[in-house]
């Protein structure tokens, strides 16, 4: 079998990252590609546990606060689960692997935004995920005040509509937010083959077009 290929989706909270990963999917699908997606942290029923621990603002009630060298190997925790449980197996079977978050979060987001440090996230990364890197990444950075407008108003909606709350990072302040804007950017930059920085504020058509062409460049069309 022909290996697949691995994309991940990459960007801040409210980046509109994830209604991206779900047109590429469908779009991808109606071509005859075989697809299969998940989201980090969670996908697996281990990973699903981990994800409600870490997101929840309430979990410190219960929990205590969450250390941040914790909230980094709960995160690696969760990806070593999925890619033994979900994007090998897939990979293997010669499918396009679209995930929703990878390691480049746990950079920004912990080796920036929390500040360990990018060498820590990156040797756990070699360590945990035997360096397992996507094949393209999509990272979607329009500018950090549209992103933190959104994620900040859709919080709401669901802490009204499904009780869940899932905003243990979205209450960070605005300099965590830079820090990880700026972390991502760094990550671009270091790898530009892999790494491909949308920046428009475009709307969703035409950033799913752009997407569109640059999978096609790399994939080619299935032979069916
Ligand atoms: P998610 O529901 O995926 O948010 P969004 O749809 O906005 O991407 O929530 C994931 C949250 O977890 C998000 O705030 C980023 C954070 N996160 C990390 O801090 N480190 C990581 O390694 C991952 C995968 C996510």
Redesign the pocket.
Known sequence: MSRGYFITFE?????G??TQLRRLAASLQSEGHKVVTL????GTALGDRI?SI??DSRSEATLGAIAPLS??AL??A??AQSIHEIILPALDSGAIVLC???????????GA??ELGSERILAMHRAVCDNLQPDLTILLLPSLEASLRR?RR?NQRHVQQKGTD?N???REDDAFYQRIYRAYEVIASREPQRVVALREDASIVQIETHIREIVSLRIPAPVI
């Open positions: 960007g801040l909270d409210g980046s990252k994830t989201r980090q942290p969670g994800r870490l997101l909230e980094m995160m690696f969760d990806r929703d978050r990878y390691t480049d979060s746990s950079e920004a987001y912990q935004g929390r994620a859709r899932e243990r990072f979205e």
